[in-house]
């Protein structure tokens, strides 16, 4: 790169000795400036970004020392050189206390002068560099806090989902890094949204919108400027995570979340439930989360409610002493075959128990057995699987080394859920027992408007959770799935039969013909009439 030189000298004989007199072939300088005095040297400045500035001190009007006051403030950056006929000390200290870069007695030794410039733009080189990298720095500084919100949404998920360890230890360098206020042991008030039904017929990216202006109204309403974040997590569930719930008393928390179902209802057209926990231990997330849920799936009758749980010593939360691994998150991902997800969660779990409790007993040991043997006869029952084609050499009742330590039970739980995963994949089917069930009434209910509740209470589950698990599942909303097969239906009848449109309209549920007309064309391109004639020759 070349830099800019600017010589000021009120006498030219003296400027051209330097301009003229030096070898300048192996200096980085695109350009020398020469000015007779501090006024057109100040010029020069407001035209050219000036990098070294070698001037006179004794000049008319303005001296050198003047000039270098005033490039301080108009040109921080530009090294200062300053030359003068009189060895006198006042100079010096004055150039050294306006932060000259050198002062040089005249007659200037050439070489001497060449080396003071390199030294000058070394340091502006430095500089640049410094600048450079602080630029680099901030944007990409600008761009990582930007991403914050989304980075601890992610950590937040990965506490539930047993991908990362809650030991203090591990846990709160990672909570510092992305900005969360909060340790391992910090309690804080957990609640679970519901959304129970939308009073609008959404296609699936619209719902994902809607979800997430329903999260936004969440952080807006029930937050309303208290620390904390909404997530959403992978299987779709909405949580508001309260850092301080003791500056917000119950009755309060309970107006808020009020508010927040009535104004969702009125504007963001869907009706929800919120189901808040009990303060708990950061460290304790995931398994208040899951007892949350649980709740919610045991609400069956009541919709638009706020739900409080009930306090830490009524309902008892797994502490260290008792702690029991998350079976039915791990039969959720053994059916759908997640076997790395599976061993990452199994991992954490027992490493976690192994590390923090040596005074683990017997009965503990069997319990987590019998719940692990129970979870995977329990997913092989409902996919219609080999139990004993999948673990020919498996003696269930007897344990053997799974039940002589954690160790030994860690080593044969990663073992049989390998080999399980694999067996589900190379036999199973894709699509769980109760989605299957939900997907064969909707077959079967064809002339029916099917509700989302009507189906929950067929498969035993709440709205809520079965839309959750249906989209996870099949990768569509039950809507868009109860559509896509009746409009399969009506082609088939169009294509077949000679039924009027309108009867076939009723026949695959659609009392409206207008709205038949509409979903169908959205869903092939072209109106019922228009398909039937691509078929059928009309009488």
């Not at 601890?152 to 890094?177: C, G, K, M, T, Y």
């Not at 937050?223 to 119950?250: F, N, R, T």
């Not at 673990?391 to 399980?420: D, H, I, N, R, Y």
């Not at 064969?440 to 209470?457: M, N």
Request: glycine share 4%.
């Amino acid at each position: 790169m070349g830099y800019h030189l600017l010589i000021v000298d009120d006498e030219d004989i003296a400027i051209r000795g330097i301009v003229h007199g030096m070898d300048w072939s192996d200096m980085p300088i695109a350009n020398i400036f020469t000015a007779c005095d501090a006024e057109e040297a100040q010029e020069l400045f407001n035209e050219h970004t000036i990098h070294v500035l070698l001037s006179d001190i004794d000049m008319p009007n303005q001296t050198g020392i003047e000039l270098l006051s005033w490039v301080n403030h108009n040109s921080p950056l530009t090294k200062t050189i300053l030359l003068t006929g009189h060895a006198d000390f006042k100079y010096a200290q004055q150039a050294l206390q306006l932060d000259g870069f050198d002062y040089l007695l005249k007659p200037v030794d050439h070489d001497h002068l060449k080396k003071i410039l390199m030294q000058a733009l070394d340091k502006v080189r430095l500089q640049e560099e410094h600048d450079s990298f602080h630029k680099t720095y901030e944007h990409y500084y600008q761009q990582w806090h930007k991403q914050l919100p989304v980075m601890a949404e992610r950590l937040w998920e990965d506490i539930i989902h047993w991908r990362q360890s809650v030991a203090p230890q591990q846990l709160n360098p990672q909570l510092q890094l992305y900005g969360i206020p909060l340790q391992a042991d910090t309690p804080i008030a957990i609640v679970l949204i519901s959304i129970e039904q939308w009073q609008e017929e959404w296609s699936a990216r619209d719902e994902e919108i809607m979800t997430y202006g329903v999260k936004n109204a969440a952080e807006e309403i029930i937050l309303k400027g208290s620390l904390g974040q909404a997530i959403q997590d992978a299987s779709g569930a909405l949580l508001v995570l309260l850092y301080e719930p003791e500056k917000v008393d119950k009755a309060e928390l309970d107006s808020r979340c009020r508010s927040y179902i009535e104004q969702c209802g009125a504007y963001l057209h869907c009706r929800l439930s919120c189901y808040i926990s009990a303060p708990a231990a950061v460290a304790e997330l995931r398994n208040v989360v899951e007892q949350l849920t649980e709740l919610e799936k045991s609400n069956l009758n009541e919709t638009a409610v706020v739900v409080h749980e009930r306090e830490r010593g009524e309902l008892k939360l797994r502490s260290s002493s008792d702690l029991y691994p998350p079976l039915a998150e791990w039969a959720v991902l053994l059916e759908s075959g997640k076997k790395t997800e599976l061993i990452r969660s199994a991992n954490v779990f027992f490493d976690q128990l192994i590390e923090g409790q040596k005074g683990v007993d017997y009965v503990h040991i069997v319990s987590i057995y019998f719940g692990i043997v129970h979870t995977v006869l329990q997913t092989f029952q409902r996919k219609s699987l080999d139990v004993e084609a999948a673990f020919p050499q498996q003696g269930w009742e007897e344990g053997g080394q799974a039940l002589k330590s954690l160790l030994g039970l860690k080593g044969w739980t990663l073992q049989v859920c390998m080999q399980a995963v694999e067996y589900i994949r190379l036999n199973g089917k894709d699509v769980s027992h109760v989605i299957r069930k939900a997907q064969q009434y909707i077959e079967e209910h064809f002339e029916d408007e099917i509700s989302r509740e009507e189906l929950a209470d067929y498969v035993f589950l709440n709205p809520a959770y079965l839309s959750r698990l249906f989209r996870k599942e099949t990768g569509q909303s039950i809507t868009d799935y109860a559509t896509e097969r009746r409009m399969m239906k009506a082609k088939w009848l169009l294509e077949q039969r000679t039924d009027r449109i309108s009867d076939i309209a009723v026949s695959v549920g659609y009392s409206n013909f207008s709205h038949f007309s509409k979903l169908f064309k959205k869903a092939t391109g072209v109106t019922p009439q228009e398909y039937r004639r691509m078929f059928q020759q009309v009488d």
